[in-house]
């Protein structure tokens, strides 16, 4: 279990942007006796997976649509799978583009 700054240093995120992830719905962190953010290896992979979505440029509204889905649970593992297929498209669709362009400056020099 962490609190927000052991947290923070872990991910390599600041507590404030924790904080926003959380104020949009994406972390939802358990709250100790005194009402302090408790992060648990669960928080850390899921945040591990956002980030992942990130970097792979899903947009936030996406991600977002994921976070909720996921919050209601089991129920919706085929729509889950569904918005995790069409990234997967779209991303292997840009990394085409990319390989294209890279093929072409290959050629051109």
Same mark, same amino acid.
């Given at each position: 279990?962490?609190?927000?700054?052991?947290?923070?240093?872990?991910?390599?995120?600041?507590?404030?942007?924790?904080?926003?992830?959380?104020?949009?719905?994406?972390?939802?962190? =358990?709250?100790?006796?005194?009402?302090?953010?408790?992060?648990?290896?669960?928080? #850390? /992979?899921? %945040? @591990?997976?956002? !980030? &992942?979505?990130?970097?792979?440029?899903?947009?936030?509204?996406?991600?977002?649509?994921?976070?909720?889905?996921?919050?209601?649970?089991?129920?919706?593992? =085929?729509?889950?799978?569904?918005?995790?297929?069409?990234?997967?498209?779209?991303? #292997? /669709?840009? %990394? @085409?583009?990319? !390989? &294209?362009?890279?093929?072409?400056?290959?050629?051109?020099?």
């Amino acid at each position: 279990m962490y609190h927000i700054q052991e947290f923070a240093a872990l991910t390599g995120l600041s507590a404030d942007t924790l904080r926003y992830y959380e104020k949009e719905g994406l972390l939802a962190p =358990a709250r100790d006796g005194n009402g302090y953010r408790i992060y648990s290896e669960r928080d #850390a /992979a899921w %945040l @591990a997976f956002i !980030l &992942r979505l990130k970097e792979t440029n899903m947009p936030l509204a996406q991600i977002k649509a994921f976070a909720r889905l996921r919050a209601e649970g089991e129920a919706t593992l =085929a729509a889950r799978y569904a918005l995790l297929l069409a990234h997967q498209q779209a991303l #292997a /669709a840009h %990394l @085409a583009e990319k !390989l &294209r362009h890279y093929e072409a400056l290959l050629r051109s020099s």
